[in-house]
């Protein structure tokens, strides 16, 4: 009896190890599984952290390395480009939309980037929707690019949401009235005021037509006599709003970097193209066979009204491009150093390096983006005129210095946003009196010291700095350019105090 009692305690005892059992195996899995979890978390913080590493590398390194291997992010990046803050968008205007309004630019880069500004400074007062202006693919430079090849169309449209709307096309129930003639396609006058557009033709055809095509766009609004707000927004949109595509303006920035490494940099705005040259009957320099060649291609287009062209008289007035022989004369008169980059922003000089010759003995480094910039960075740029305009654009904008040969559009809006920017040295050559000046010394009655003070001393204040637009009533071609002097936006008040 004992020994069964005893084996029944036994078997009691080991009952109650048994059911002590799990208990402690639950501990020790219990610990096991925290330090399982302690080694996850701890891998996982440190491949997070390898993550961010590597990210980081990637927006430096990314268009040479990281971009190169394949993945959903490289993908998104591609069409997106940098990851940047996402900006903080201004609040929609609401109002009564009166109608739509279609626009075909025309000119180049500049004439048509000045037009987009007026343009939506009109669609504003007028309350009416902008449709993303159309380029101009038919003049001369034959540029197929559209809006967006050119300019960053989300930006513009979502920066200006509080002044305009802005729509990339018409609307399905608008396009149909256009696809079947229900729309009316018109040019405006030239510089008129905004009365024109409010009161007199344009908004009222808006209103009956629902559609209206403006099919010209160059100079349609007045350089004075607008309301503030509407100068403002001139500017606003010029500055702020029309931002070149991120592929653009990275290359711009590649230009810069490049020649920032190797110094302060003028840019040459050696308007001595064969079109400007044909358009304006400029033949200074060029053999008989060039001159007809220019003459030829002269008549040649139908909407270059003047035909008949005294080159002599129009050169002795002013009116023509300066040479490269001239503008040398010109850059070392000014005591321009002779190490200076002269970076040229323009197209084919026509002549070639034969014209090219006496600046580039005066100045050995002169360089071009063709020349910076390897081939392959700029494969998609070729037969691209406005693409590789805007590039010039970019670069004129960062120079020390700025030099127009000629008064064009792309002289004259570099001139106002440099002016915008702070005041930044552009030289505004007189060629009436230098051409005067260098007739004189190239005769010999002119000695090279005394040629060289005159043409310092009628430069002296047209370097770019602070000064009202002059205004001529009745004649807006003659007096100064909105977009080259835009006095109502400039920043600083201690300058605007003292015109």
């Not at 309350?127 to 169309?153: A, G, R, Y």
């Not at 005294?310 to 010109?330: H, N």
């Not at 960062?398 to 127009?404: A, L, T």
């Amino acid at each position: 009896m004992r020994c069964k009692a005893a084996a029944a305690m036994g078997l009691k005892a080991g009952g109650a190890g048994k059911l002590r059992l799990p208990s402690v195996v639950a501990a020790v899995a219990r610990s096991r599984m925290m330090k399982l979890w302690v080694l996850r978390a701890t891998t996982t913080v440190l491949l997070w952290t390898c993550l961010v590493q590597l990210t980081a590398v990637g927006e430096t390194w990314g268009p040479r390395v990281l971009m190169g291997w394949p993945s959903c992010r490289t993908a998104r990046l591609a069409m997106t480009g940098p990851v940047a803050e996402k900006a903080v968008l201004p609040p929609r205007r609401v109002y009564r939309n009166n109608g739509y309004l279609m626009v075909s630019c025309n000119g180049g880069l500049n004439q048509m980037r000045a037009a987009i500004c007026d343009m939506v400074a009109i669609a504003r007062h007028l309350n009416v929707t902008l449709i993303v202006p159309e380029l101009d693919k038919t003049s001369f430079w034959n540029d197929p690019s559209e809006f967006q090849d050119i300019f960053d169309v989300e930006h513009f449209i979502t920066s200006l949401r509080g002044e305009v709307r802005i729509l990339r096309e018409l609307p399905p129930r608008m396009k149909q009235r256009v696809e079947v003639g229900m729309f009316h396609s018109m040019p405006p006058i030239s510089w008129s005021d905004i009365s024109y557009y409010h009161n007199q033709q344009i908004l009222p055809l808006i209103q009956k037509h629902k559609v209206l095509h403006l099919n010209r766009t160059d100079a349609r609004l007045a350089n004075n006599g607008l309301p503030l707000d509407i100068q403002k927004l001139r500017c606003r949109v010029n500055y702020a709003s029309l931002k070149f595509t991120p592929q653009i303006e990275e290359l711009g920035r590649q230009v810069i970097r490049i020649l920032r490494k190797n110094g302060p940099f003028l840019v040459l705005h050696l308007r001595y193209e064969m079109d400007m040259l044909a358009f304006s009957g400029c033949t200074e320099g060029c053999t008989r066979e060039e001159a007809d060649e220019l003459t030829r291609m002269r008549y040649a287009y139908p909407w270059w009204k003047e035909k008949v062209i005294d080159s002599y008289v129009k050169r002795k007035d002013g009116f023509c491009p300066l040479t490269p022989e001239e503008i040398a004369l010109v850059l070392r008169a000014l005591e321009i150093d002779r190490s200076m980059q002269i970076y040229i922003a323009a197209g084919e000089i026509y002549g070639g390096k034969r014209r090219m010759a006496s600046l580039t003995s005066a100045y050995p480094n002169v360089v071009r983006k063709e020349t910076l910039l390897e081939p392959s960075d700029l494969r998609f740029f070729q037969n691209h005129s406005s693409q590789m305009a805007a590039l010039d654009y970019l670069v004129s904008l960062e120079s020390d210095i700025f030099v127009p040969t000629y008064d064009g559009n792309m002289a004259k809006v570099v001139e106002g946003h440099r002016r915008f920017m702070g005041f930044k040295k552009t030289i505004l050559l007189d060629r009436k009196i230098i051409i005067d000046l260098v007739d004189r010394y190239k005769s010999g009655s002119l000695p090279w010291d005394e040629f060289s003070k005159l043409v310092k001393s009628v430069h002296a204040n047209r370097m770019g700095s602070a000064s009202r637009r002059t205004v001529i009533p009745d004649k807006p071609k003659e007096e100064d350019y909105f977009y080259a002097n835009p006095q109502e936006c400039l920043r600083d008040p201690n300058l605007l105090r003292a015109l």
